[in-house]
């Protein structure tokens, strides 16, 4: 009845009024997560994961509309027809069924600082430089990382392989030295992603048949946009919500034209959105809950550099705190490489021999590149590493130039121009320039020319410009290209390396070298040092004839962080413990061991990394997946894990924090002098608390912690207990472990109350040292002990002693605690001892919580 609905919504109202914020929200989700099983007809609610989509998890229009009217009864809302659409998982649904039954607004969980809106920025203030805070690529040779990228870069090796085999192209057919034959390729070779077609769509919550239907662009461009995040310790989760931009260039979009001939039924409705151009940057908004613009971008060749240069435009006006840009080119026909043949302009080789007197035409390759990006002063606010500056950026187009394809020398010239003008810098303060370089007979000379015509210029004939491309490591990856070249530049100027350009015999005697102060990296070159900073330019060419130029600079050093230290304390590379917990999470076991073996091989790469480094990343920055598992030592112990080692106890923990503060008697010789040591929060705590305890006592907790002797007086003991126990609190809290309820245990009650904020530092501080030299007073005449029996037996064994000896404590159905007359307690664990009865003495020499105190 109405009655009894508003009986119940009025009682939900009660219930959520005396929880805290976490306490509403547990309750809510568990709310909607209850109803929207029964739905769905599950046996529990546990099976539902709170972030993934209601459609996603089974949900139709109808369900959606049954478990609009089940919320309905439950709270006593009139819930919109669109409620599920509106607030699409069942976290978000909590969350606004919080806002509508408390009155309070919502609150979306985005990174540390991030604004819920961008502030008003001021675009020409230093720290408000773009930074560049994590880079992630698949590029052809194997290269799965930027660390993979180097590596190929300083061995001097390209990644260009023959056609792949897995894409139905008539590969027997296809190859034909010929450049006149119709419908052949010149080369057999290229840059290829050879596990383009892998991909791990549960990961993503992407049914089988809608995979099947996506275009692998948009499968790469998850994977490695996760990894992007990940890379720098963000969860992608505390993104939903934010405003955070999405920029991904994009060229080729042949995987449906390919596909259809094939194309089982059962997929036809996920081919739209699995081919869709705009759907490429949509479907990264739509999986992270990105809020920020989202835009694909087209200009060919250049798209992704176009991108970046739309998301640093973007970042500094405001109109988002954080941006993706990159881009990604997968070729499912090998339509490219027969156009190109009878154009005559790709290279029989398959090889980029970018301003070469050998060039010969360009070279194909595959790959996807994304970087994440937001201004400098953030970066550094948020604690996210900056790899590198972009200093300044530009685009333009040729216009009316000698044929729609055809390059443009001036055109050139004043994009890179712009761009120096937007980073405020001279052509003579730019060190290399990471060239379009396809390696073609016609674009490589009005490039090199343009280049001699700006970088050339005004400098110093031993200090000239000097000129490479990626391009012939890898290919040119078409819509990827641009990005490609901005990873290589960021990793030059982190290493002071710049990478030589592979296959050039000489320099094009098409371009007049003397114009100008350019050189060919024919070889590797350290950098010099030049008292600035070091500087990259970045050119990437649209057939289509928009250009882009992008010039990017050496990170500058943050003032408020020393250098090789690590943030919140898990220790300097002296002081790092050798054994730290690493928190691991993946979708499913096989992963979970998967990743352990990715990180047993990391931390023992010899590399240098710490383990302490990347405990503090999972633990920061890793999403809390359905499977989990928590190591605590070396490498070791993750190659057993990943061996599918057997995990020694386990469980999945909900609810709420509690700490527990003890009594006295745990405490060792030399107990928290690891902490002290390696721990700049436990010893900052442990000075508050020497501070308060100052006017009571005439000791230091240094020289207690230290002292057999001191430690063996109560008026001592209780004091450096309560400091360390308070002092570990703050370690937890500094680690994110905030207590929802304290409880303490005989002195330790203490150290409960003023973690909890009942009494003060100080307070506690005077209460526990009084309290203590109380207690001393009563030194020698007692003692106390722990029988592993209940408490009922415990009783009846202390009757033959005549009230010398009492319960002091019962601390479990089989553990209790004595205490009384010292000869009568040591009488009593003898005896116990002796029937095989576990007892042992406690070390006090008084009588707590007995007639000796009362």
């Keep these: 009845t109405a009655a009894e609905t508003a009986a119940d919504d009025n009682a939900l109202r009660r219930r959520l009024a005396a929880l805290d914020a976490g306490g509403r929200t547990r309750l809510l989700a568990e709310l909607v997560r209850t109803h929207a099983a029964a739905v769905l007809g599950h046996t529990s609610p546990d099976t539902l994961d709170p972030g993934r989509a209601f459609r996603e998890l089974g949900f139709d229009s109808l369900a959606s ?34 806002t509508e039954l408390t009155d309070t607004e919502a609150v979306t ?16 203030a230093d720290d408000d430089r773009i930074a560049i805070v994590s880079a992630a690529c698949r590029l ?37 030295p010929d450049p006149d034959r119709i419908g052949t390729s010149v080369t057999r070779d290229g840059g290829f992603l050879h596990d383009a077609a892998d991909f791990d769509a549960e990961f993503f919550g992407i049914s089988p048949r809608e995979a099947l239907a996506m275009d692998p662009q948009q499968r790469l461009l998850l994977e490695t946009t996760w990894e992007l995040f ?27 034209a390919r596909l259809l001939p094939y194309i089982p039924e059962d997929v036809e409705g996920f081919l739209g959105t699995g081919n869709s151009g705009s759907i490429v940057s949509g479907r990264l908004a739509y999986f992270f809950g990105l809020e920020g613009p989202a835009v694909t971008v087209d200009t060919a060749c250049s798209s992704s550099l176009v991108a970046l240069h739309l998301a640093v435009r973007a970042l500094r006006s405001g109109e988002c705190s954080l941006a993706l840009a990159g881009g990604v080119n997968v070729m499912c026909s090998p339509e490219l490489f027969v156009e190109f043949s009878r154009q005559g302009g790709l290279a029989p080789d398959g090889r980029c021999k970018s301003f070469a007197a050998a060039a010969d035409g360009t070279a194909f390759g595959e790959g996807v590149g994304m970087l994440l990006v937001e201004r400098l002063s953030d970066a550094r606010r948020r604690g996210h590493p900056v790899l590198a500056v972009v200093r300044g950026s530009a685009t333009n187009q040729d216009g009316a130039s000698n044929g729609l394809t055809a390059p443009s020398g001036p055109s050139q010239q004043r994009v890179i121009r712009a761009a120096l003008a937007d980073a405020g810098l001279t052509a003579s303060e730019v060190d290399v320039v990471e060239a379009h370089g396809t390696g073609t007979r016609l674009g490589d000379p009005i490039e090199a020319q343009a280049l001699l015509a ?32 901005v990873i290589k530049s960021v990793l030059g100027l982190r290493h002071g390396v710049m990478p030589k350009t592979l296959h050039v015999d000489g320099p094009t005697p098409e371009v007049d070298w003397s114009a100008g102060a350019g050189r060919l990296l024919t070889e590797a070159r350290a950098w010099d040092d030049t008292g ?96 989990r598992a928590v190591l605590v030592g070396t490498e070791e112990n993750l190659a057993e894990l990943s061996q599918g080692a057997a995990v020694s106890g386990g469980g999945l923990v909900s609810g709420r924090v509690v700490l527990v503060f003890p009594g006295q008697g745990s405490q060792w010789v030399g107990m928290a002098a690891e902490l002290l040591a390696g721990s700049g929060v436990f010893a900052g705590r442990m000075a508050e608390c020497e501070r308060a305890l100052a006017p009571y006592v005439d000791w230091s907790l240094a020289e207690a912690l230290g002292s057999e002797d ?70 020698g005449r007692g003692g106390m002990a722990s029988v592993s029996l209940p408490v009922g037996e415990v009783r009846g064994r202390l009757a033959g002693w005549g009230g010398r000896l ?9 553990s209790t605690v004595v205490s009384g007359d010292a000869d009568a307690v040591a009488e009593l664990v003898e005896g116990c001892v002796g029937e095989g009865v576990r007892a042992r003495l406690i070390e006090v020499d008084y009588a707590s919580h007995s007639s000796h105190v009362e």
């Excluded at 969980?109 to 020409?124: F, G, K, Q, T, W």
């Excluded at 900073?533 to 990017?552: D, E, K, M, Y």
């Excluded at 090789?564 to 917990?581: M, R, S």
Aim: with cysteine; charged share 20%.
């Design 65 to 98: 509309v049954e478990l609009r009217n089940r919320l309905n009864a439950a709270t006593g809302l009139r819930l919109p027809a669109g409620l599920v659409f509106d607030h699409p998982t069942p976290a978000a649904l909590a969350d606004f069924l919080g």
């Design 109 to 124: 969980a985005v990174i540390p600082s991030l604004p819920a809106r961008p502030a008003d920025r001021n675009p020409d």
């Design 140 to 176: 052809p040779g194997g290269v799965r990382s930027p660390e993979d990228l180097w590596r190929m870069l300083a061995e001097g090796r390209d990644g260009i392989s023959g056609f792949p085999t897995d894409r139905g192209w008539s590969l027997d057919t296809l190859y034909d």
């Design 230 to 256: 990940e890379r720098t310790a963000i969860d992608p989760s505390t993104l939903r919500g934010a405003p955070v931009g999405t920029y991904v260039g994009l060229m080729q979009q042949d995987y449906a």
């Design 454 to 485: 700006t970088y050339g210029q005004d400098r110093p004939e031993d200090r000239p410009v000097w000129i490479g491309s990626l391009k012939s490591n890898i290919g040119h990856t078409s819509a990827a290209a641009g990005v490609a070249g």
């Design 532 to 627: 600035r900073p070091r500087r990259a330019g970045v050119s990437s060419f649209g057939v289509s004839g928009t250009n882009a130029h992008v010039i990017l600079e050496q990170a500058p050093a943050d003032p408020t962080v020393a250098a090789d230290t690590l943030v919140d304390g898990p220790g300097t590379p002296e002081t790092a413990p050798a054994a730290v917990p690493l928190l691991l999470s993946a979708r499913t076991p096989e992963a979970l061991r998967a990743q352990a073996a990715a990180l047993s091989a990391r931390i023992g790469d010899g590399s240098g990394v710490r383990a302490a480094d990347v405990a503090f990343s999972l633990a920061t920055g890793r999403g809390a997946l359905g499977h």
């Design 710 to 779: 001191l430690l063996s007086r109560v008026d001592v003991v209780q004091p450096v207990l309560w400091a360390v126990m308070v002092s570990l609190a703050e370690v937890w809290r500094s680690f994110g472990v905030v207590p929802d309820a304290v409880v303490g245990h005989s002195q330790g009650e203490i150290a409960a109350a003023c973690v909890a904020g009942g009494l003060s530092l100080d307070d506690g501080a005077r209460v526990v040292a009084l309290r203590s030299r109380a207690v001393g007073a009563l030194a």
């Design 806 to 814: 009492s319960v002091a404590a019962v601390n479990g159905p089989l």
